[in-house]
């Protein structure tokens, strides 16, 4: 009988919602993860807010973790990476390397909810000299400062005059090899841009984009308010070029809709980088012999199948998967708790 | 005790999830569908093939019921609408109104999955001439011929040469009061626009559209197939007025990525129309008094607690939530499952 019956691996959104959702359903779990604390990428990548409620990112996940630290069911291992298994499920060893050393435990099931990385805007295309000039930086870098409650030129720690966002870097780029759409930066730009002119009122806020992909009621909650409320200016465009001039960076491109070059000077340029999967959710496709396109964990059935892997008794939730929101991390952290206890207790498993 | 541990309202992809669920977890389910019989939208409306993998709509959806059918703890009643309820849950009476006259029920929580209906192009905007010309359809009309295995004018009978959708209708519309995105139609769009290729080698399909939302992989497994195989052509532009022109209709507007007029004459215009709350999801708001935000029933928690609503004890799965793809239906499904299993574990309740 193993220690424990769900093993979810990855301790963000989804891997938080997964492992409440099956001690809430009675079943034991260990919850591994590979950072010294949970909360995954809003709390690592030090978010300042969420989308698209806006709500303080620490204490929307600090809430969650909450709810699962003191659930006698569930037993938290941070700092902790899965290296090995062996077994099929429900009777697997998975071997762990945490701060005490190894160790090999058991478990009737699994969760993988490894998640994604962000784009490295040096690593794969040259073209916006990211690693080049001080005052190019990411959504990334923006959500740090956001957080510390600022928004500066970092080559000159002062109030920008002028900034702008490109989307689509490292996402819609078959050059490069990511050929999907991340889903959440079109959102995430226009939040950061919100929250920008709120700082500082003074401060001209562009987005270059392709399409704005702001579906369901992020339309109404996010893009209408960013326009009307906040005049962020959204320019339908293609930028081909960051240069230099001064101590400004010059923006060169096209602006699609008025069908002329534009090149703009910018004090902040902050680059819309996308998803990738993450070395876990990479680690993890191998390890479970888990197949995968563009390496993001496959889940079998297509849309009416989201989180069934083709292993049985191993699950996939949330940007392991592919492109995620955080309600999409969250319905699939939950349908792949429902999912690993109903194969735990087909399989006549339960540890209470 | 309740007959009833969980009444699942509806019988669409969400649904059809949500029961599985529950009864994989080993609670019993009472199912209730109005229509006649299971699989909802894709089966009533006729769909052809499912976005994105153009699976067969008919074969999925009697896949995610013929799963469900055969097991003893799950109790369809089609034809059968809830009309009144008392108490709370866990101990809830619910009446139903079946072919056998009306009874009541006792559940001890409820899934609402009563999803969407399709936004009629005639009653709130005449612009369009859905009602006047014979060959201005729309997306579901298209289903259904598509799902017949041909595409033709209306008028005639006969294989169009030129036809086009116009996106976003009743959608991103604040005059008519829809300002939300309705997130699947684009996706929809493209498909369509692939099988009419498929079926009509010689027929060019155009699709004007204020921004493609083609989000994760959609982007790579449609939209640039459509472009590149199938030769769609896509033209960024706001579609004013669609008049007659002896027998064709007439689609005018602006080209905003040429930024000029367009005046083009089509066999076939196919209005993209989006999703409102469907009437059953309405008055579910109403009975279980459930906060709605444009007739939608509202999660509480925002993105991060997707199905859980104000209500203890009454979860929401699919498009009843807002608009919703199949992913989004069958993760919240899942979910909605989990939640509700816990909740019964929670209050000691359980029939098995």
Not at 133 to 161: C, H, N, Q, W, Y
Not at 297 to 324: C, D, K, M, Q, Y
Request: contains cysteine; hydrophobic residues 40%; proline residues 5%.
């Amino acid at each position: 009988m193993p220690e424990s019956n769900v093993l979810v691996i990855g301790g963000g959104p989804a891997g938080l919602e997964a492992a409440r959702g099956v001690a809430d359903l009675g079943y034991r779990v260990k919850l591994v993860e590979k950072a010294e604390q949970l909360g995954g990428m809003p709390i690592l990548a030090d978010y300042a807010a969420l989308t698209p409620n806006m709500v303080n990112a620490e204490e929307a996940m600090g809430e969650m973790v909450q709810r699962i630290e003191n659930d006698e069911l569930i037993d938290i291992c941070t700092s902790t990476e899965v290296i090995g298994v062996s077994g099929s499920s429900p009777e697997l060893q998975v071997s762990l390397k945490g701060p005490g050393g190894e160790e090999d435990v058991q478990a009737g099931s699994v969760i993988v909810a490894t998640g994604f990385q962000h784009f490295d805007p040096g690593k794969e295309t040259q073209m916006y000299g990211y690693y080049e000039f001080d005052d190019v930086i990411t959504l990334v870098d923006t959500e740090k400062m956001l957080k510390a409650g600022k928004f500066v030129r970092p080559s000159t720690g002062e109030a920008p005059k002028q900034v702008c966002f490109i989307q689509c870097v490292g996402s819609r780029d078959r050059q490069i090899g990511n050929p999907w759409c991340s889903k959440v930066c079109c959102g995430i730009a226009t939040k950061e841009a919100i929250e920008i002119r709120r700082l500082l009122p003074d401060c001209r806020v562009f987005i270059f984009y392709i399409d704005m992909r702001m579906y369901g009621f992020w339309e109404d909650e996010i893009y209408w308010q960013a326009q009307e409320k906040y005049k962020v200016n959204f320019i339908r465009g293609i930028v081909t070029e960051i240069t230099k001039r001064g101590d400004q960076v010059v923006v060169k491109g096209e602006d699609t809709t008025m069908g002329r070059p534009v090149e703009v000077p910018m004090d902040v340029v902050i680059l819309s980088v996308g998803m990738e999967p993450s070395e876990g959710t990479t680690k993890m496709a191998e390890l479970f012999q888990l197949p995968s396109t563009h390496g993001f964990i496959e889940s079998i059935g297509g849309a009416l199948n989201t989180v069934v892997t083709s292993v049985p008794g191993i699950f996939v939730a949330g940007a392991a998967a592919g492109p995620a929101d955080l309600e999409d991390s969250v319905s699939m952290g939950g349908a792949a708790a429902m999912k690993a206890a109903a194969f735990l207790r087909k399989a006549n498993l339960r540890v209470a």
